[in-house]
């Protein structure tokens, strides 16, 4: 049981993400392991898809923190059981685009919702298999929502007030003084320069552990 690696990725919209989870996950094909490639709010069966339309739909209008909150990690639960956790079993390396953290950083420093209570529940949803290694990419927000623009038109919490993105990056940066399973990274430098201490701090973790 849970032979396999957990990698997450965190972060504020725009950071470069999705690019560097790309660029890892072809990065560990090519070396020869085998990976399971997700993201949260959203992967996992077509449950957590439509639990992920309901979240980033602007159609309801307002919903209050708690849905907001209840909603993730309702996607959370099913996105481990059915997904995360079997990958592990299986001993593949899952690399996840978002995942316990972005709820403390979002709900909790975002949007003021008790951080230990979401803790908790991220603990109940996960069955308690936390990351082994959670990559954090940095970056003032400013920057990140105007990368963020060009892959399209922002969704409901992509187009909260600046004042949010920067509470949310703080959260982050709280989060990552708090264990030895953070990398930070800053995210306003260029690709490959990420792409390699990333890769760098990914080895470090396969090769201790296995
Ligand atoms: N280090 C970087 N420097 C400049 N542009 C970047 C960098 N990383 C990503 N981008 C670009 O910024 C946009 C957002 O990147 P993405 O990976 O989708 O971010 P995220 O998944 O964190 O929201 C994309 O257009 C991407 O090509
Ligand atoms: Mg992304």
Redesign the pocket.
């Known amino acids: 049981m849970n032979s396999g690696r957990l990698i997450t990725f965190e ?10 989870v790309k660029a890892l996950k072809d990065y560990l094909i090519k070396e020869g392991y085998k990976v399971t490639c997700t993201f949260e709010p959203g992967g996992g069966p077509q449950l957590c898809t439509k639990i992920r339309e309901l979240l980033l739909s602007t159609e309801h209008g307002d919903i209050s923190d708690e849905t907001e909150l209840f909603l993730m990690l309702a996607a959370r639960a099913e996105h481990v059981q059915s997904l995360v956790l079997p990958a592990l079993s299986d001993g593949d390396i899952v690399i996840c ?1 978002r995942f316990i953290d972005s709820s403390v950083a979002y709900q909790g420093y975002g949007r003021g919702i008790d951080v230990k209570t979401i803790d908790k529940m991220n603990s109940f949803a996960i069955k308690g298999r936390y990351p082994d290694l959670t990559i954090v ?1 940095d970056i003032n927000p400013e920057l ?1 929502l105007k ?2 623009a ?2 399209g038109a922002l969704d409901r919490i992509e187009g909260a007030a600046l004042s949010f993105h920067e509470s949310v990056r703080s959260g982050f940066l709280s989060l990552a003084q708090e264990g030895d399973r953070y990398f930070v990274v800053d ?5 490959d320069t ?1 792409k390699c201490e990333i890769k760098d701090r990914v080895l470090k973790l396969l090769n201790y552990e296995n």
């Open positions: 972060g504020p919209e725009g950071a470069g993400k999705s690019t560097q685009d990419m990140g990368r963020a060009r892959t995210a306003s430098q260029d690709l990420i």
